[in-house]
Antibody, heavy 124, light 110 residues
Framework: QVQLVESGGGLVKSGGSLRLSCAAS????????MSWIRQAPGKGLEWVSY????????YYADSVKGRFTISRDNAKNSLYLQMNSLRAEDTAVYYC?????????????????WGQGTTVTVSS | QSALTQPASVSGSPGQSITISCTGT?????????VSWYQQHPGKAPKLMIY???DRPSGVSNRFSGSKSGNTASLTISGLQAEDEADYYC??????????FGGGTKLTVL
């Protein structure tokens, strides 16, 4: 079945780094724009970044620009988020999600498949 | 990248209809017909309920409908049911080619 499974979350000190992974299955990963979205404890959803199906087009939220890097390996059906210079305000559940329409940016068509999330805690 | 504005909470009785608003600017909601709505139950991942302002993915009840006027989008849920109690988030594409979410609305079914 169509599935996204995140991993790599954990506890890290302020200023540290962490790499999240998202394993995709059940669909043609290389056709899909992918996105990371986060949710701080008790707060709303915050879009973090998205990457095109080829990996050429990438966008970030201002809050993470210059610190986070999104990437993908279509041969491994995997999406990644390298997080550097982590801050307490980066503490959140991080979800990966798929664009609903192949080769279409997530912002235009919505995100129809979401992972279960992985928790990142940054201690100060 | 300011968040879209949603009411913090709305409530309704079973069988009634409720509407959740989502206000942005001409740079996001008002500039495109690319508004989506998501439902999130506690401890669960969000679920896409509406895309492109008013279209429903397969499997989503037709009790859910969306619309837009100017810089404000709306989600209407008719025939409220207990299982509709959840948090709801709107999102929009922006002129910067990014995505912005609303702050979220907690729906309580009385």
């Amino acid at each position: 079945q169509v599935q996204l499974v995140e991993s790599g979350g954990g506890l890290v000190k302020s200023g540290g780094s962490l790499r999240l992974s998202c394993a995709a299955s059940g669909f043609i990963f290389s056709d899909s724009y992918m996105s990371w979205i986060r949710q701080a404890p008790g707060k709303g959803l915050e879009w973090v970044s998205y990457i095109s199906s080829t990996g050429i087009t990438i966008y970030y939220a201002d809050s993470v620009k210059g610190r986070f890097t999104i990437s993908r390996d279509n041969a491994k059906n995997s999406l990644y988020l390298q997080m550097n210079s982590l801050r307490a305000e980066d503490t959140a559940v991080y979800y990966c999600a798929r664009a609903r329409v192949a080769r279409t940016t997530v912002g235009r068509c919505g995100m129809d498949v979401w992972g279960q999330g992985t928790t990142v805690t940054v201690s100060s | 990248q300011s968040a879209l504005t949603q009411p913090a909470s709305v409530s309704g009785s079973p069988g009634q209809s409720i509407t959740i608003s989502c206000t942005g600017t001409s740079s996001d909601v008002g500039g495109y017909n690319y508004v989506s709505w998501y439902q999130q139950h506690p401890g669960k991942a969000p679920k896409l309920m509406i895309y492109e302002v008013s279209d429903r993915p397969s499997g989503v009840s037709n009790r859910f409908s969306g619309s837009k006027s100017g810089n404000t989008a709306s989600l209407t849920i008719s025939g409220l049911q207990a299982e509709d109690e959840a948090d709801y988030y709107c999102s929009s594409y922006t002129t910067s080619s990014t995505v912005v979410f609303g702050g979220g609305t907690k729906l309580t079914v009385l």
